[in-house]
């Protein structure tokens, strides 16, 4: 951790707005600064403001929501803001209390923010374990590690030699290293008992002289050679287990393929018969083939002229159908120039009456005339109808 700049304000005797920039060359050029001062003048009051930013508490004094005896007496609020910097990355933590018009306590207001201003955490409780993740070190830890209380300090110097050890530990928080010394000494002892122990054991051990041991070695070496005689033996067994039982299994195998044979036999017989059978078909199908061919072939032709005669019918089928409309056309005039023929007729034969009876009139004679023409015409038209249902008919024929 490297602090970079403090600001607080009304922070004990320091009554109103502070500001230290650690990247002054008067601090960056030198490694090592001090802090110095008379009784009073408000050196511990730095310390108090860096806590306050930090973790929102002193090692000194309490602050809580009731109680906040760091605000400088006669004013209404105090505050404290720390940038540091943790592994290259840098951060911003701020602390700070207010009182009301009726002198009371607000509630303590702290964040912690980014290199971005970006706030990522303004509530006690996220902020005391954020900053805890950020700097790796709880407010106790850092008490006893970085900001040395000055009392715990002083009471160092001036313990006896006896008590320094035990001083030193409360105040870097090493007692669990006593703690291990004492499990040590402990376990030392316990082992060292255990080992003398051994030892006792030991000492009742009959030592056993050169002939003694070579004697043990050769019934040792003898038992190796009988274990190694009967591990063969049992290997041998083992093979000749599986080996019968394999004897076994294949004899129920040819137990039941000896059942089954009859059956298979009988199987064998009536797929041979149907073989047979298929043989004869096949053979007779192959001389019906033989018979059919020519017909087949005939039929290949016959289809080829087919197909032939449907290319060459299509567009006769295409006339016939034009046709086909014309006939139904002619027809409707023929059938039109009927009924103008018989209404005609019927006209002429009245005219023709009405004439007889008014011969001496001239002109219903030269009408007469006009009437006989359009029957004339009239009758040419159904002799060409005539002529082209006959040829109609005839193509349809072909």
Same mark, same amino acid.
């Given at each position: 951790?490297k602090i970079l700049k403090l600001k607080f304000r009304n922070i004990n005797s320091l009554a109103g707005d502070w500001e230290i920039d650690f990247t002054q060359p008067e601090f960056t050029e030198n490694g090592l600064f001090a802090i110095t001062g008379k009784t009073g003048s408000g050196k511990s009051s730095i310390l108090d403001a860096i806590s306050l930013a930090l973790y929102g508490k002193t090692p000194r004094v309490d602050v809580t929501g009731s109680s906040n005896d760091v605000m400088t007496r006669g004013t209404s609020d105090c505050s404290s803001e720390i940038v540091f910097e943790v592994?290259?990355?840098?951060?911003?933590?701020?602390?700070?209390?207010?009182?009301?018009?009726?002198?009371?306590?607000?509630?303590?207001?702290?964040?912690?923010?980014?290199?971005?201003?970006?706030?990522?955490?303004?509530?006690?409780?996220?902020?005391? &374990?954020?900053?805890?993740? !950020?700097?790796? /070190?709880?407010?106790? =830890?850092?008490?006893?590690?970085? /900001?040395?209380?000055?009392?715990?300090? %002083?009471?160092?110097?001036?313990?006896?030699?006896?008590?320094?050890?035990?001083?030193?530990?409360? #105040? $870097?928080?090493?007692?669990?290293?006593?703690?291990? &010394?004492?499990?040590?000494?402990?376990?030392?002892?316990?082992?060292? =008992?255990?080992?003398?122990? !051994?030892?006792?054991? /030991?000492?009742?051990?009959?030592?056993?002289?050169?002939?003694?041991?070579?004697?043990?070695?050769?019934?040792?070496?003898?038992?190796?050679?009988?274990?190694? $005689?009967?591990?063969?033996?049992?290997? #041998?067994?083992?093979?000749?287990?599986?080996?019968?039982?394999?004897?076994?299994?294949?004899?129920?195998?040819?137990?039941?393929?000896?059942?089954?044979?009859?059956?298979?036999?009988?199987?064998?017989?009536? %797929?041979?018969?149907?073989?047979?059978?298929?043989?004869?078909?096949?053979?007779?199908?192959?001389?019906?083939?033989?018979?059919?061919?020519?017909?087949?072939?005939?039929?290949?032709?016959?289809? $080829?002229?087919?197909?032939?005669?449907?290319?060459?019918? &299509?567009? #006769?089928?295409?006339?016939?159908?034009?046709?086909?409309?014309?006939?139904?056309?002619?027809?409707?005039?023929?059938?039109?120039?009927?009924?103008?023929?018989?209404?005609?007729?019927?006209?002429?034969?009245?005219?023709?009456?009405?004439?007889?009876?008014? %011969?001496?009139?001239?002109?219903?004679?030269?009408?007469? %005339?006009?009437?006989?023409?359009?029957?004339?015409?009239? &009758?040419?038209?159904?002799?060409?109808?005539? $002529?082209?249902? #006959?040829?109609?008919?005839?193509?349809?024929?072909?």
């Open positions: 951790m592994g290259g990355n840098i951060w911003k933590a701020s602390w700070k209390q207010e009182r009301t018009r009726t002198k009371n306590l607000k509630p303590v207001q702290r964040t912690i923010a980014n290199s971005e201003d970006t706030i990522i955490s303004d509530q006690n409780r996220t902020c005391d &374990s954020k900053i805890v993740e !950020i700097l790796g /070190l709880t407010f106790e =830890q850092f008490t006893k590690v970085i /900001l040395l209380a000055q009392g715990s300090f %002083a009471a160092f110097l001036q313990a006896e030699k006896s008590d320094k050890g035990e001083l030193l530990e409360q #105040i $870097t928080g090493t007692e669990i290293y006593g703690e291990i &010394s004492k499990n040590v000494f402990e376990r030392n002892k316990k082992e060292n =008992q255990k080992l003398e122990n !051994i030892n006792i054991e /030991l000492g009742a051990i009959k030592i056993l002289s050169k002939d003694e041991i070579q004697n043990l070695q050769n019934e040792i070496s003898e038992f190796e050679k009988e274990k190694n $005689t009967i591990d063969k033996e049992l290997h #041998i067994v083992e093979n000749s287990k599986k080996l019968l039982k394999d004897i076994s299994d294949l004899q129920k195998q040819i137990t039941e393929a000896k059942l089954k044979l009859p059956e298979l036999i009988k199987n064998e017989e009536e %797929a041979k018969a149907k073989f047979e059978q298929a043989e004869k078909e096949v053979a007779a199908f192959k001389l019906e083939q033989e018979k059919l061919s020519p017909v087949f072939l005939k039929v290949r032709e016959l289809d $080829t002229k087919i197909s032939e005669k449907d290319k060459a019918l &299509s567009p #006769i089928m295409q006339s016939i159908s034009v046709l086909e409309k014309s006939k139904i056309t002619l027809e409707q005039t023929l059938e039109s120039h009927k009924k103008s023929l018989i209404e005609k007729q019927n006209s002429l034969q009245q005219r023709q009456k009405w004439a007889i009876t008014n %011969a001496t009139n001239e002109s219903l004679v030269e009408q007469f %005339a006009v009437i006989e023409n359009q029957q004339t015409e009239t &009758s040419n038209l159904l002799k060409d109808f005539n $002529t082209k249902k #006959i040829e109609f008919e005839n193509s349809k024929k072909d």
